[in-house]
């Protein structure tokens, strides 16, 4: 939540229950068909070399295209059904300037001008990812350099070769279809290695809503708004986890299992705000963390958001505290994504009058994580949204909070630019988590007060107008 919008929603918190004795739920088995790789050096090569002069590349080199536009290389591969498929583009461009390519499927242009940005080096090697249609069986996927710089250096081309599930059918959940998830590239893949858009709720403060995070609340979420994803907002201070660790542990224990049982992904939101500095907290998360991950390491739904928003501290510092806590989490749950705010209140420093680059140019040393962006669609506009779309194209990034009203949560909706920001994030997959899933007076807050204190949560008679809003747009994902 963004700048002091804790302030005012003191009520008294309701006791939950956290119905925490180990959850039976069975998670039907996914039809898994592992992604293919298609080394460069093996594909067909028009005006460019097979080299193997910078290190990191895979198999036995990288393909260096002649530096002029037309230079392709066309990989043949196989898709075991007809339909969407991802492929991941692992290459190195060790110059400053984007070396876009046309991707052609079977003499088809299939996409236009896929962007390949400087790596920082020849040795440093990173991944594209785009979808396109296959059909059944053999398919050329051909990629062109459209600038006289050629196209960059190829390592591979990863082919989730499994291609795109049927449509849901009943007992179909989210976390039964998607299973595990990873990072990869810049997206989020599930474990079939299949980009996935995750789409859903932050609650508020359950130090202060916990009463809208109930049976009734929750089977709403995930059978009426057919929610992928909870996140469950944990703040720190504010009377919240510091005031009683032992209490908050087992309120987030209970909604891990609750979201378990139906089938969604669970975001452990470490909701620090005040002070804005994650350092001051270190100890209690590594507490926290360290509990969490190790009781529910073997689920697949659970994603650790260790800084919500970071505020008034630089970058090296959120940094310094990020490289600092992954190892933590990762020592219990070594497949966990772990999501990372960053400064400014999670915008990259743009809310502290700087830009992405502080990011960009001193990255997190660590994988399978995402950094996140915050954004209130009636304070934060054209500026916010260009940046999130340079920085979804070269850094993995979740919105893990958005709202289509003031940055404080309250206030008139800007219903065409929150438009705009849910276009963008399609787009480009990136995942979201909308603020906020409780009956709180202000606009942001999706139930009409008093909601929260009866059962019928389903439908739109309950919703404000920011509430119709977004379970439209989370329920048009399914
Ligand atoms: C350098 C580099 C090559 C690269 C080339 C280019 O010569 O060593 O690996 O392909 O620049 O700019 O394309």
């Known amino acids: 939540m963004a700048r002091s919008r804790w302030i005012a929603a003191v009520l008294s918190p309701a006791l939950i229950t956290t119905a925490i004795a180990a959850a039976v739920f ?3 088995q996914t039809a898994s068909a592992a992604p293919v790789t298609y080394q460069s050096e093996d594909a067909t ?9 910078h290190n990191g590349y895979t198999g036995s080199g990288f393909v260096n295209f002649d530096n002029l536009t037309g230079s392709y290389v066309e990989y043949t591969v196989n898709a075991a059904a007809a339909g969407s498929h991802s492929l ?5 461009n060790g110059t400053t300037a984007n070396r876009p390519v046309n991707v052609t499927v079977n003499g088809t242009p299939a996409v236009s001008g896929l962007g390949f940005p400087g790596t920082g080096a020849w040795t440093n090697w990173q991944n594209v990812t785009t979808n396109v249609d296959l059909v059944a069986g053999t398919n050329t996927i ?3 350099a459209t600038t006289s710089n050629g196209g960059p250096n190829a390592d591979s081309l990863i082919v989730d070769v499994a291609g795109t599930e049927p449509p849901p059918g009943p007992g179909d959940t989210p976390v039964a279809r998607h299973g595990q998830l990873k990072v990869c590239g810049t997206k989020l893949c599930n474990e079939r290695g299949q980009v996935v858009q995750l789409r859903g709720m932050s609650t508020h403060g359950i130090q202060w809503y916990s009463q809208c ?3 009734a609340s929750l089977d709403a979420l995930a059978n009426d708004w057919k ?3 909870l996140r469950v907002a944990m703040y720190i201070q504010e009377g919240g986890y510091e005031s009683n660790p032992r209490r908050f542990t087992d309120m987030m224990h209970g ?8 089938g969604m992904y669970v975001l452990v939101d470490w909701h620090q705000l005040s002070p804005g500095d994650p350092n001051y907290n270190t100890s209690r998360a590594k507490t926290f963390f360290t509990e969490i991950a190790q009781r529910h390491k073997d689920k697949k739904n659970i994603i650790y958001d260790i800084a919500n928003e970071p505020n008034g501290v630089s970058w090296a510092n959120v940094k310094r505290y990020a490289e600092e806590m992954i190892p933590v989490i990762r020592a219990q749950d070594p497949d966990g994504v772990v999501f990372v705010g960053t400064h400014g209140w999670s915008t990259f420093g743009i809310s502290d009058g700087q830009n992405e680059t502080s990011v960009f140019n001193n990255p997190i040393n660590a994988s399978n994580f995402m950094y996140t962006f915050h954004f209130y669609a009636a304070s934060h506009g054209q500026n916010y949204l260009d940046a999130l779309r340079r920085i979804a194209d070269r850094v993995p990034v979740f919105v893990t909070e958005f709202g289509t009203q003031t940055a404080s949560g309250d206030g008139g909706n800007n219903f065409s630019m929150s438009d705009r920001y849910i276009a963008l994030m399609a787009e480009k997959q990136i995942g979201w988590t909308n603020w906020n899933f409780s009956d709180d007076n202000r606009t942001g807050a999706v139930f009409n007060t008093g909601t929260c204190a009866g059962n019928n949560f389903a439908g739109t008679g309950v919703l404000k107008q920011a509430g119709v809003w977004v379970r439209e747009k989370i329920r048009a994902g399914r």
């Open 26 to 28: 069975t998670i039907p």
């Open 45 to 53: 090569i028009s005006q460019g070399v097979v080299e193997s002069n």
């Open 88 to 92: 991941v583009f692992r290459y190195a």
């Open 142 to 144: 051909r990629t062109t």
């Open 213 to 215: 995070i109930k049976t």
């Open 227 to 229: 929610a992928d994803i």
């Open 255 to 262: 909604y891990i299992e609750e979201a378990t049982k139906r």
